[in-house]
């Protein structure tokens, strides 16, 4: 199987780029993130045209997350379970679905804005949440996977250039714990390979020639546990779908798994 996950930024703007990508892609299961849309507004007709049903957790013009599978969407939880609110919204950012032999959850973090800012103390009971939400799938049998922009660089080594992050969110030392409580939670990080360059980026912003410059970070995540990450036959970054006209900030992660 083939398994993704892409945060397109406006499924509507991408949809063009998303369907050609899936044709050629072979994907069997992509997780979205950054929709944008109401669920009444998202394409599940071109999308059933090519094979794919899909499961959506959508309110609105922002956040938005999706399960496209073709292989199957059962069992499918909308939001996450016991989620913090934030100005008393329940904002749409996690979606479970098991797809054929593999269950997954495509989550789309909260940003976090600034330190101090109450977006980052909802960002760090938000992964906290989640954390307690995946357990008993991550310490299961069967092959499970949390993929999304979580907004969290793992490391130093997952942002293009560290001291440009002093006094930032997205490297801080709390949100890199929540990070690890989650991988305790019984998940590994599943590290693409890098097509180009030392280190797989998934995110460059538009401005200041970012993706040319290769001035990246890598934020885009796939956590399995030991049955998914055992059956991993390769990961990778298409920086290709970064390219081009009307592309999205980040670039689809790619796993294959023997499942």
């Given at each position: ?15 063009p ?10 994907t ?18 071109p ?28 069992e ?54 989640l ?129």
């Amino acid at each position: 199987m083939r398994i993704a996950t892409w945060n397109v930024n406006s499924i509507t703007a991408r949809l063009p780029r998303l369907l050609a990508w899936l044709e050629s892609s072979g994907t069997d299961v992509l997780c979205v993130q950054e929709t944008k849309c109401a669920e009444a507004a998202f394409p599940f007709e071109p999308l059933r045209e090519l094979g794919y049903e899909a499961a959506v957790n959508a309110t609105g013009r922002w956040n938005g997350v999706a399960v496209l599978s073709r292989v199957g969407l059962d069992e499918v939880v909308s939001g996450l379970p016991g989620g913090p609110d934030y100005d008393g919204d329940q904002e749409p950012r996690a979606i479970a679905a098991t797809c054929g032999p593999v269950r997954v959850w495509s989550v789309y973090v909260p940003n976090g804005r600034e330190i101090g800012h109450p977006h980052y103390d909802y960002k760090l009971r938000w992964l906290d949440t989640l954390r307690e939400a995946v357990g008993e799938d991550a310490k299961g049998p069967r092959p499970f996977a949390v993929l999304g922009d979580f907004n969290v660089a793992p490391t130093d080594d997952d942002v293009w250039d560290r001291s440009r992050f002093d006094g930032l969110t997205h490297v801080t030392d709390k949100e890199r714990e929540a990070l690890a409580a989650l991988r305790g939670a019984g998940l590994s990080d599943v590290v693409p390979r890098p097509l180009k360059y030392d280190h797989p980026f998934t995110y460059w912003d538009y401005r200041e020639l970012c993706f040319p410059k290769n001035r990246g970070m890598r934020i885009d995540l796939v956590y399995g546990n030991g049955a998914f990450a055992d059956a991993v036959g390769d990961a990778y970054v298409d920086r290709e779908e970064r390219k081009g006209k009307g592309a999205s900030d980040h670039a689809p992660v790619v796993v294959d798994v023997q499942a």
